[in-house]
């Protein structure tokens, strides 16, 4: 899913000829792995349902003429009931050379019903048949032959994450996109299910060994049943919770911090002096806020380290498919925030960045729910880099304090969820989800997306982050943080508690949300104001880019519920943690 940078347009030369593939399928069989190895688009996938919610566009190479690709949301049929449906249907009611039509030889029953939709509006088609090597682990083997028979069109066995079978697909698609012209179709409103043709088709093509259930067979189940799921899910969270903190911290002080420190720092220092003579100019490059040095340090020696191992640790979760089992043994804690247990998929992604949670509530089947987990995102779930900053920031004095923050941040979320569960119209459907088989993730697919994600966070971070830290400077250097600082007195030092110089940390949160949290840092503060500064930083405005998806998503009106929200769910809890941290102070100094 490439969330970040939407549709891409393919340019076509006036009057050339070119041929249009649609890839369509059930969510989470395998169809965007399928489209990125034959078009070579870097399309992110994850073994849950709901990864593709837009479209988009590549080029599969042979042939006469150019083949056009179109990876469409995946949908369970053509009478669309979310946002992600309705774009597959417009796209085929578009018409196609040739529909690519995905189906999962694991749940080849469940599959067929779209797959015979399509074939109904006289597209022509061809059948991939994925998973065949999951399919055969679990005992399941498919009459290849009868199935082409059956339904008409021809089926090619494939494995996607082992490149099996990918050679022949295509040649069968560029041959049959050639054959055919493309013609717009019309949709019936009430299109037949087609389920009890489904059935005849898999009980004549779909054997199945009796034999003993494997322990990986045994493990599935017991990971969505509450005992032992429950204690398992804990031991999980546990172990991604130290791997992203211990490696982190390791990978910060034993190598990125003394090469900065040592090496980097000095040198940059050394160049900029050698050549800017001592001044407001030279301070803002070098200076206590130098955009120079804190814009490597901060983002590279401080939060690369957490960055990278979250990343490793969420794409291994979502790659193995046991975040759709979360979501079955915490549907009733997601209950009791007015939302269903199959939007801790879209809201565990905002742990990563707000921006692919908010557009991955398009799989919602209601707008209310779509609205309360985009809510709940902005409000009370930091993002990967923000994860860092807290971890730089608590971390090495409580981690009591670190615990403390989240379990506010949780907290949070169930009193909002509850408030928006009232006060929005409409209804959050009933939990139903689809769970994907357990897997072991492909070892060079894993390294790809973890690369792949470390250089969006360089590309999305790093610049906006100098130019910030730049401000900063210039902002500390002419004396007007002084003027700022004044203007803010009453709400920083009077209801937070925090030093006047903390007001910069809520000017640079408007760019970046980490940034409300990094100036801290640099001054002295006790671990009372530590803890208050990270839960305003918590709350605090979302990034910038994440207004303007919020505002293109749900219109102005519901974004500017979301800044005033934020801004006063920011300092109502701070001003509220300072002075009762204050108070508990005293009480037990006396």
Request: charged share 15%; net charge neutral; glycine share 8%.
């Amino acid at each position: 899913m490439n969330c970040h940078t939407g549709p891409r347009s393919i340019k076509i030369s006036p009057g050339e000829k070119v041929q249009q593939v649609l890839f369509m399928g059930n969510p989470n069989v395998g169809k965007s792995v399928i489209f990125a190895k034959l078009t070579g688009m870097k399309v992110e996938s994850a073994n849950y349902a709901g990864t593709t919610i837009t479209y988009t566009t590549g080029e599969i190479a042979g042939g006469e003429l150019r083949t056009l690709a179109t990876d469409v949301p995946g949908t369970y049929s053509l009478q669309a009931t979310s946002p992600a449906e309705e774009v597959a249907t417009q796209l085929l009611g578009q018409g196609a050379h040739t529909v690519l039509c995905v189906l999962d030889a694991t749940n080849l029953e469940r599959n067929l019903p779209l797959a015979l939709q399509v074939a109904s509006l006289g597209i022509p088609v061809v059948y991939a048949l994925n998973m065949v090597d999951v399919a055969r682990r679990k005992g399941i083997e498919i009459d290849v032959a009868t199935l082409e028979k059956l339904l008409g069109a021809p089926v090619v066995p494939t494995s996607a994450v082992r490149g099996d079978g990918l050679k022949d697909l295509r040649e069968q698609i560029l041959q049959c996109a050639s054959s055919h012209d493309l013609h717009p179709v019309t949709i019936p409103q009430d299109m037949e299910d087609f389920w009890d043709r489904s059935r005849e088709i898999a009980e004549k093509v779909e054997t199945r060994a009796e034999r003993p259930p494997t322990f990986w067979d045994r493990f599935e189940e017991m990971t969505i049943c509450p005992l032992p799921g429950i204690p398992i899910a804990i031991v999980v969270l546990i172990i991604a919770m130290g791997l992203v903190v211990g490696g982190g911290k390791a990978l910060r002080a034993l190598v990125l911090l003394p090469v900065f420190d040592n090496y980097v720092a000095p040198a940059i220092t050394a160049a900029v002096s050698s050549i800017v003579s001592e001044g407001i100019l030279r301070n803002v490059l070098v200076g206590e806020y130098g955009m120079l040095i804190k814009g490597i340090e901060w983002p590279i020696a401080l939060i690369l380290p957490y960055v990278a191992f979250f990343y490793v640790v969420m794409s291994f979760l979502e790659d193995s498919g046991y975040l759709p089992r979360l979501g079955v043994l915490l549907d009733n804690v997601m209950r009791a925030m007015g939302i269903q247990g199959s939007s801790v998929v879209p809201m565990f992604m905002g742990y990563g960045c707000a921006i692919p949670a908010i557009l991955g509530t398009k799989a919602a089947t209601s707008q209310k729910e779509r609205l309360m987990v985009t809510g709940l995102v902005a409000l009370a779930i930091p993002c990967t880099a923000q994860t860092g900053a807290f971890i730089v920031l608590l971390g090495d004095h409580s981690m009591l304090a670190l615990v403390g923050v989240y379990a506010i941040s949780f907290s949070a979320m169930v009193v909002a969820g509850a408030l928006m569960s009232r006060v929005l119209p409409g209804k959050v459907e009933p939990m139903l989800m689809e769970i994907p088989n357990l897997l072991m993730p492909d070892g060079k697919s894993l390294l790809k997306k973890i690369w792949l994600r470390i250089k969006q966070f360089f590309m999305e971070a790093e610049i906006p982050m100098v130019l910030g830290i730049g401000a900063a400077a210039l902002v500390a250097e002419t004396g007007a943080l002084v003027h700022i600082s004044a203007a803010l007195q009453p709400l920083v030092e009077g209801l937070l508690g925090l030093p006047p110089e903390a007001s910069l940390a809520l000017l640079l949160g408007i760019i970046r949300r980490e940034l409300a949290v990094l100036p801290l840092l640099t001054m002295d503060l006790t671990l009372l104001q530590l803890m208050v500064g990270s839960i305003v930083a918590l709350f605090y405005l979302p990034c910038i880019a994440v207004f303007f998806v919020i505002i293109k998503e749900f219109r102005l009106k519901f974004a500017a519920l979301v800044f005033v929200g934020t801004m006063v769910f920011a300092f109502a809890f701070g001003g509220a943690l300072n002075y009762v941290g204050q108070f508990l102070i005293r009480l037990f100094s006396q």
